[in-house]
């Protein structure tokens, strides 16, 4: 009977972790990171995408793709990047990683206790690519590769309501 409950209980935990690890964030609105040079940033309702790394392959990922790209590219994409870095050692973290980091000429937010992205959604060696509507995540996936995720930035998304009221407009004009 001990083993059948024990069984159970470990079942239950890997689903439950499971469901946990594919969580998406409810409300960006709420999000408060500092970003790589310590500056406290609060998201945008603009931001359309959230590029959302975990790991050094999703990191170089977004690197690769913003390579030759100008400064200003994910702020005219409407995009923000994220990293969750607290996997890393703190002494490494402080170290090596961050002044690495600031060397960078775009804005990267960083989760360095886990504690605000550690349920999103991960899969190792890829980028969450998040999209967002007035602060709600409406959808995701995971990019492996910088071509790719150039290409899903680059997608116009269209809202439901534009679509709608653009259907209409053409009506009119047919009329």
Known sequence: MFKTAATTLTLMSLLLGSAAAVAAPEDMEKLRLRDQHEVPVRMSA????????????????????????PDDYLDTHDALFIADISGMPRIIARMFALPSLRKKPYRILLDEV???????????????????????V??????????GLEQAINTPLLAPEADSGNAEESEQNAD
């Open 46 to 69: 603009n931001i359309r995408y959230v590029l959302f790394t975990h790991d050094m392959s999703g990191k170089d990922i977004v690197e690769e793709m913003l390579a030759e790209k």
């Open 138 to 147: 409406t959808g995701f996936s995971f990019i492996s590769n910088a071509a």
């Open 114 to 136: 886990g504690n605000q992205t550690g349920d999103w959604a991960r899969e190792d060696d890829a980028v969450t690519l998040y999209t967002i509507d007035n602060y709600q």
